[in-house]
C-alpha cells in the first residue's frame, strides 16, 4: 500500500503537476504490481486544482478547497490513466469518506470493492471524496486515510511517500546533528516530539500525522515505511524487503522476529 504526498505531485510553488517525478513513481508501481497487489493512495486533488482557478495557494474555505478537489481529482486520474496505460495497468478511482467506511455496510462494500478490483489485477487510486468530507468528519489527511485501508486491507506494508527522505531526530534543514532513523520499535515521546519538529515542509499531513497514521497502522500489525517519493528505488528496494527510509516495525510477530 503505497500513499503519494501532494509535494511529489505538485510543485507547491506553481502548482503544476510533477509529471518526472510521477513518471518515476509509476515505473516503480508497476515494477512491484509485478509481483503484488498495490493500492495507492494519492493527494494532489486541491493542489492541481488550484491553479486552473487562479489561486496561489490552498483557500481556508471549505468550499473553495473542495471546488479546486473536484477540479484537481479529474487532472489527476487523467494523468495517472495516461501513466498506467503506456505500462498495461489499468487503474481504478476509489473515493472514501470517513463516515462512509466507518459504518459497517461501507466498510464492507468498501473492502469488497478494493479486494475485487486487486484480483482483476487492476491498482486501486484511493483519494477522499472531497466533496462531501466535512471538517468533523474528514479524515483530513491521506496519511490517516491510508493507514485506515491499510488496516481494512491487511497491507503486507504502509509506504508513506513525502518530500524528505525519513524521520530524523530533529529538522534537517536547520540541524546539521540531525539524525535519520532507520528502524522504529516503539512510537516514544521523543518520537513524536521529533516529528513535530519536522513537520515543515510537507503539505497537509506533515510528519505529525504520518506518525499518528503509522501508529494506528503498527496497532493493526502492519508495518510503516516513510520514505522519500523522489528517490528512484524506494518502493523496489522496499518491496524486496531492503531499506529505505524509516521503518517502523509493529511489536511481536513475525516481521520484528526476521528483522531482528
Ligand atoms: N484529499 C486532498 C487532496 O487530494 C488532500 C489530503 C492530503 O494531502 O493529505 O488534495
Redesign the pocket.
Known amino acids: 500500500m503505497i500513499k503519494l ?2 509535494s511529489l505531485i505538485t510543485d507547491i510553488a506553481t502548482n503544476q503537476i510533477r509529471i518526472e517525478t510521477l513518471n518515476n513513481l509509476t515505473d516503480q508501481i508497476a515494477r512491484a504490481h509485478e509481483k503484488k497487489h498495490v493500492i495507492v493512495v ?7 486544482g488550484l491553479s486552473t482557478l487562479n489561486l496561489a495557494k490552498r483557500p481556508n474555505e471549505m468550499a473553495k478547497k473542495q471546488a ?2 473536484a477540479i ?2 479529474n487532472k ?1 486520474m487523467n494523468t495517472y490513466e495516461k501513466l498506467f496505460n503506456k505500462r498495461n495497468i489499468t487503474i481504478a478511482q476509489v473515493l472514501l469518506t470517513k463516515d462512509g467506511i466507518l459504518s459497517e455496510k461501507g466498510y464492507n462494500n468498501a473492502y469488497n470493492t478494493i479486494l475485487t478490483l486487486l484480483e482483476y489485477g487492476v491498482v486501486p487510486i484511493i ?2 471524496n ?1 466533496t462531501i ?1 466535512t471538517e468533523e468528519i474528514q ?5 490517516n ?1 491510508a493507514s485506515y485501508v491499510a488496516q481494512m486491507m491487511r497491507a503486507e506494508m504502509l509506504i508513506l511517500l513525502t518530500d524528505t527522505d525519513g524521520l530524523y531526530t530533529s529538522d534537517p534543514s536547520i540541524d546539521p546533528y540531525a539524525q535519520k532513523l532507520e528502524v522504529v520499535r516503539e512510537i516514544t515521546r521523543d518520537i513524536e516530539l521529533s516529528a513535530g519538529v519536522t513537520n515543515g515542509r510537507c ?3 506533515g510528519m505529525n ?1 504520518k506518525i499518528q497514521a503509522a501508529q494506528r497502522a503498527l496497532l493493526h500489525g502492519v508495518p510503516v515505511t516513510i520514505a522519500s517519493g523522489f528517490d528512484t528505488s524506494c518502493i523496489e528496494k522496499i518491496a524486496d524487503g531492503k531499506p529505505c527510509g524509516t521503518l517502523f516495525i509493529p511489536p511481536g510477530g513475525i516481521f520484528d522476529e526476521l528483522r531482528r
Open positions: 504526498g501532494t494519492s493527494s494532489g486533488s486541491i493542489g492541481l479546486a478537489a484537481g481529482q489527476l483519494n477522499e472531497d468530507a479524515f483530513g489527511d491521506n496519511d486515510l503539505s497537509v499531513g500525522s
